[in-house]
């Protein structure tokens, strides 16, 4: 269950890596997911009972691995004991340029209820004020019924409804639209198939077919028309080492190089990148380093 995050509420691989590709989540995470922050679940499935997480960012050659510069501070995890509370800073300046003269920075604080589910995230973007509030329901099963978020701007309030029917579960959005995601599963369990469609246009937004083979699992997009494969190979611990994309008026590759601690959390990882797009290849790679504490 290690690797990238790239969108909030389950941001999840059909064979449960947390790598799955950035288009893959846009087509699936709407609105409402997005407002919960994804590094309060990268978290919560790491291995041990983790006390805090720092990460920084660098760059390495792409030949050799070697570090081009020293690696930034970029966030800040901290877990509390009972695993329940998850803060996290990030410490860029971007829009707040001001804040951290005055040691504030973005901050995001997620609530689990006993379950391990995501019941509540509050965003500070000063690190003071609350922003905006997302609240999260379940029914008996474990399943997501409503979810409700308040800004401090009513004009970005949200609030989304879900309804369950076999295989089938529909999204409703009071001002937005109504769609309904249809999943298959295999003999194993693992999702196969998922079909998105607009109930109120009748049409089908997406449809994905996921293959899987030993350490390999392939996804066959069709959307719009268009259709698009993402292949990805997954090494023991669950995370993506290698993946590829076409069909997109692009192609593009990611490899990656991971180390693990003994409780089999990663604590550096090396990307390089190369696009179809991009010429000539870059020759620098990006660097994450993950420093672990766990509570005695």
Known sequence: MQGVLTAVVGEVDPKGSATACPLVVALFFSPLDARADPKCLEAKVLRGNVKTVLISNGKVTSDTG????????WERWDISRDGRTITVVTYSADEFAVLPLFNLWPTTICEFDDSGRLVRSRLKPNGLTTDRTVETSYDTQGRRLAVKSRSRNPEFNYDATYEYAGDAVTERFPRGPVTTTITEHDSSGRIAREIR???RAHVELSNLEYLYWLDTVVTLGHENGKEWRIWKK???????????????????RENFR??????????????FRSSSTVSPPSRSGDLDIRQISYWP
């Open 66 to 73: 070697a570090p081009l510069n020293k690696p930034d501070l």
């Open 197 to 199: 469609r607009d109930e």
């Open 234 to 252: 997954i090494d023991a611990m669950g995370s993506t080492i290698e993946s590829s994309s076409s069909g997109l008026g692009f192609e593009s």
């Open 258 to 271: 991971f180390t693990y601690d003994v409780q089999g959390n990663w604590t550096s990882r090396i990307t």
